[in-house]
């Protein structure tokens, strides 16, 4: 057994004593650009931004700092009330010019994950920008990678090439980022969400969370190497859903029960027991493009699986089941095809 799933099963099978099922967990919302002028798939308009620190206002939800609401979601010691933490990848301008602003206004922490490489290049934050920021004590700058590079092994790729290559991508930006701005936080973002077991243990290695682009929360059940995060662009963060993203429970299935996320066959099949908290008729499970799909329930076993294969590199099976409280629990597993092109 992995030095994963042993952490997991002490964390989890603890904070049965606490009941898991009625703590609250932390839920994470992932922003790449905030602005009007840049690629739709991957930006939250200014006013849909506002608006969503306003939502979390009006909900009296706490925000908190990411690496202090991971810890406290892990160990199952959140309390009785979500807590919310606000994430940016790639460190773009517009985050600076556009949602720092409206976090300080509303005094909101954040954590900014930059790939050393682009900074100062067109549409990213400079060094300048960057120092600005790391003087706030409400702002976190986190490893993001050397150059955004696909970091999960490549089919063929020797395992000393690979592993010489993400060796340079991941402690080259954390030396960077110790050098350029005196930060070395224990926080990664996985480029572009992918991630697969091998890359998992160099993060688990180096004492790092490792934060994933996979919706949900985090829970005591969750791994501390696949952390999931909603996304928030346009098309994913609108006001009509976000409450139940911000209400949102951790499925409370072990991480040990998950699978590695390369996909080994098209349609890939999710298989986890059933807790005790979850009827089979009231879950509901979606494939990315697809909706809903069936899924077979045996001797307290779920497996899911799409109807037919997947055309795309990345995309994900998503599961939820009312919480109570007009909430929900949510389960989203990554899959990988490493036999796709890469972006």
């Not at 603890?14 to 790449?32: C, K, N, R």
């Not at 346009?234 to 499925?251: E, F, I, P, V």
């Amino acid at each position: 057994m992995s030095l994963r799933s042993i952490s997991q099963r002490i964390l989890f099978s603890g904070s049965l004593l606490i009941s898991p099922y009625l703590a609250a967990d932390l839920v994470v919302l992932q922003y790449h650009h905030v602005s009007d002028r840049t690629p739709p798939a991957t930006s939250t308009s200014v006013a849909l931004f506002d608006a969503q620190m306003d939502m979390i206002s009006r909900l009296e939800m706490t925000v908190v700092p990411l690496e202090e609401g991971t810890r406290d979601a892990l160990s199952g010691s959140l309390g009785e009330q979500n807590q919310i933490a606000l994430s940016f990848d790639d460190a773009y301008e517009s985050v600076y010019t556009n949602a720092a602003p409206i976090l300080s206004a509303h005094g909101y922490p954040f954590t900014i994950f930059v790939n050393t490489n682009a900074v100062g290049s067109p549409g990213y934050m400079t060094w300048e920008q960057l120092e600005d920021l790391a003087a706030n004590d409400q702002v976190t700058l986190a490893n993001h990678s050397t150059d955004h590079g696909h970091l999960a092994r490549r089919p063929d790729e020797p395992k000393a090439t690979w592993r010489q290559r993400i060796e340079v991508s991941l402690d080259q930006a954390q030396e960077t980022l110790a050098t350029e701005l005196g930060t070395t936080e224990p926080l990664f973002a996985y480029p572009y969400g992918e991630f697969d077991q091998a890359l998992e243990k160099e993060i688990a290695h180096r004492g790092w969370f490792g934060y994933g682009q996979q919706s949900g929360a985090i829970g005591p059940a969750s791994s501390s190497t696949r952390l999931p995060r909603f996304p928030m662009a346009d098309a994913y963060g609108q006001l009509n859903g976000l409450k139940d993203k911000l209400m949102s429970r951790a499925l409370p299935v072990p991480a040990d029960q998950l699978p590695d996320g390369v996909i080994g066959q098209n349609p890939p099949a999710l298989t986890f027991d059933l807790p005790p908290s979850i009827s089979a008729d009231r879950l509901n499970c979606f494939a990315s493009g697809m909706g809903r799909i069936d899924f077979e329930v045996k001797n307290g076993r779920a497996k899911i699986q799409a109807p037919r294969a997947f055309n795309s590199r990345r995309f994900r099976y998503n599961c939820t089941h009312p919480a109570g409280n007009g909430r929900f629990y949510w389960l989203s597993q990554q899959w990988l095809d490493l036999s796709k092109p890469e972006d």
